[in-house]
């Protein structure tokens, strides 16, 4: 790895340490040149994995888009940043669990719509009014009662 100040080929691993939701290693570097320090994350990637849209296109995965649209859904509510870490760890552990190459926009959205229900449920109304484009009041409504009827069923 290159070093970001002096831009030397060569630097050496000084410490590495499993981050604390144990899915990515922070490693601290020195410059053989220049001895500067600096750190790196290495973290899980989802490799070759290919969406297909609901008019056909396909696209790479891409974790920025799903950060995004998630962060969209969580606007302005109280979620942790290791607790949106480990809901995006989820949501990519569910996607590798299906053991695909390929798959659809909408399998993508039923997997990122069971784990934001599980960690805020007003996120997840959210999330479902875009993704499932509610037509009117009413379709919001009839997802709101189930989201009711489950939790006076645990009560």
């Not at 790479?60 to 962060?71: D, F, M, P, Q, W």
């Not at 859904?73 to 809901?87: A, Q, V």
């Not at 069971?114 to 509610?134: C, G, P, T, W």
């Amino acid at each position: 790895m290159k070093c970001p100040i002096c831009y030397h080929d060569d630097t050496k691993v000084v410490d590495s340490r499993a981050s604390n939701d144990g899915f990515s290693i922070r490693r601290r570097r020195e410059c053989l040149k220049c001895g500067f320090r600096f750190s790196t994350y290495e973290g899980i990637e989802i490799l070759d994995l290919i969406i297909v849209k609901r008019d056909g296109r396909r696209e790479a995965y891409s974790r920025e888009k799903l950060i995004n649209g998630l962060k969209k859904s969580l606007e302005k509510r109280p979620i942790t940043e290791e607790k949106f870490k480990k809901l995006v760890n989820a949501i990519e552990r569910d996607l590798q669990k299906l053991k695909k190459n390929e798959i659809t926009s909408k399998q993508v959205g039923k997997i990122v719509m069971k784990n934001l229900k599980k960690v805020d449920q007003v996120a997840y109304i959210r999330f479902a009014s875009v993704y499932e484009s509610f037509k009117d009041v009413h379709t919001f409504q009839r997802e709101l009662n189930k989201l009711l009827k489950k939790r006076k069923q645990k009560i």
